[in-house]
């Protein structure tokens, strides 16, 4: 399967751990991008990279989140000293920097804070 | 600010029927305008996409139609199957935005036997 991975499919933590997730993209894609989506909602933006370069940050992203894509191949977002309201759907999507401008998603990590 | 409305919320069919889901926005330098589908639990999936050069796009059973002086967009899902039933959203792009996605709160539809 070439598509969009992501590790691990669910994650439960407590309030105030800290947890990463690993996102794989299509391989011949240079942009990848963090989505969040909670629950009857749309998703929504929270940051992308070209290559290794992180282009642009959504408002949404707290100074507890970080992400990177150290070799421009996978990427990993952290969220450090969770809260409730992280609580949702991170997905992961990948596209070619030019041409078309097709996104593809991940299947997603639903992460759970309790 | 929400930069996409999307309508109707919910939507249930026949099998066989027409499903018409409708998206519109304000702001005209969007450039884009895909389409996902999303099954429970999964990511979601590319559906069929448009560009403002063009007022319809046919895929199989999908249609997106496009009105520029409307700004509006609409899926259109000809022969509804069950297996069609799945939330719907759509999304849009801005010219230069670096093709980050601003998704529409989504249509759960639903098509009945």
């Known amino acids: 399967d070439t598509g969009v991975s992501q590790d691990p499919r669910h994650k439960i933590t407590k309030r105030g751990q800290n947890v990463t997730f690993r996102c794989d993209p299509i391989s011949e894609h240079n942009r990848l991008y963090w989505y969040r989506q909670t629950l009857g909602q749309g998703p929504e933006f929270l940051t992308y990279f070209q290559n290794e370069a992180q282009l642009e940050k959504s408002r949404l992203l707290s100074d507890r989140f970080s992400a990177e894509r150290p070799k421009g191949s996978f990427s990993t977002l952290e969220i450090q000293r969770t809260e409730q309201g992280d609580s949702a759907m991170y997905l992961c999507a990948s596209s070619l920097a030019t041409g078309n401008y097709e996104q593809y998603f991940g299947p997603g990590t639903r992460l759970t804070v309790t | ?113």
């Open chain 2, 1 to 113: 600010q929400q930069q996409v409305k999307q309508s109707p919320q919910s939507l249930i069919v026949q099998k066989g029927g027409i499903s018409i889901i409708n998206c519109a926005y304000e702001n005209t330098a969007f450039d884009y305008f895909p389409w996902y589908q999303q099954f429970p639990g999964k990511g979601p999936a590319l559906l069929i996409a448009i560009r403002p050069d063009v007022s319809e796009k046919k895929e199989g059973r999908f249609t997106i139609s496009f009105n520029k002086s409307a700004k509006q967009f609409s899926l259109h899902i000809m022969d509804s199957q069950p297996g069609d039933s799945a939330t719907y959203f759509c999304a849009v792009r801005i010219t230069g935005g670096g093709n980050k996605l601003t998704f529409g709160t989504g249509t759960q539809l639903k098509v009945e036997l």
